[in-house]
């Protein structure tokens, strides 16, 4: 009997992954999920921005999956397919502020051999965020890549040693260093490497776009072009480059656009980072 209840949870459980969507937030570091249309017809091509996007089924009916960017401006957007618009609404939003100290002034002004190695750094960065993979991702649920205390959330204003600096891509998760780094969701590691800002690395393209970050490892575990499963170890949390203290650094990638991780972790309260909640 209890073997069977087991069975049918597992199978519920199944059931719940397979056509699951991220939640509907369009707003910058957003995802819009919008309806295309009947799955009983072939999978259509959207495009947004002129740029293909992610389209999955999910109850029936194929969705446009769409990254919108931390600096996209609020009002109408559409996906396009075969010509036809689908509107939506990109809302406003607003992110806190984080003011950050560090000692090592070269991580806020770097010198000019540093600013090379940074610009040869974003060019692997970027490469691998662009990847555009046939494939398809088998589930767009994600798990945590790890259990431990949400520190900086995503989006937030940073502010180092009071000069402006790029918005916060990703989650922060902090633990232990040495705990293991595990993959949200299947996909093929696509790159690694040890970056000046991110420290050692590790790129997972999930398919058509959706790419994930792992930052300031302590060692990589996995390497270019091996296929990881979820909950497969692709790494264990460290404090290289540019950090305070060890954590995991996770950006989730779509459609070359940084959006907020928990908006693919069910059951996560991806609006704890609302600045207007505090
Ligand atoms: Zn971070």
Not at 206 to 231: E, F, K, N, W
């Amino acid at each position: 009997m209890k073997r069977f209840l087991l069975a049918v949870a597992l199978l519920a459980a199944a059931a719940a992954a397979h056509g699951s969507l991220p939640e509907h937030r369009p707003a910058p570091g957003g995802v819009a999920v919008i309806e295309l249309g009947d799955a009983g017809q072939p999978r259509p091509q959207a495009l947004y921005q002129d740029e293909p996007v992610l389209v999955v089924q999910a109850h029936g009916q194929w969705h446009a999956i769409v990254g919108i960017g931390l600096d996209a401006e609020p009002g109408e957007a559409a996906v396009t397919v075969d010509g036809e618009r689908h509107g939506f609404t990109i809302r406003d939003r607003t992110y806190a502020e984080q003011r950050i100290t560090l000692e090592n002034d070269e991580y806020v002004s770097p010198g000019e051999e540093t600013l090379e190695r940074i610009r040869s750094d974003h060019r692997r960065i970027h490469a691998a965020r662009d990847t555009r993979s046939a494939r398809t991702p088998d589930d767009l649920a994600f798990r945590l890549p790890l259990e431990g205390t949400f520190t900086s959330p995503f989006g937030l204003r940073r502010f180092f040693n009071d000069q402006p600096r790029n918005p916060h891509s990703g989650l922060d998760i902090a633990a232990e260093a040495g705990t293991p780094v595990r993959a949200p969701a299947a996909g093929e590691v696509i790159e690694t490497g040890d970056y000046f800002f991110n420290g050692r690395t590790v790129f997972v393209d999930h398919g058509s776009g959706l790419v994930t970050m792992y930052c300031h490892l302590q060692d990589i575990r996995v390497a270019t072009g091996d296929t990881v499963a979820p909950g497969d170890t692709l790494g264990t949390v460290g404090a290289t480059g540019r950090v305070t203290g060890p954590h995991l650094h996770w950006t989730v990638y779509l459609n070359s656009q940084a959006v907020d991780p928990l908006l693919f972790v069910a059951g996560e309260d991806a609006t704890y980072n609302d600045a207007d909640d505090d």
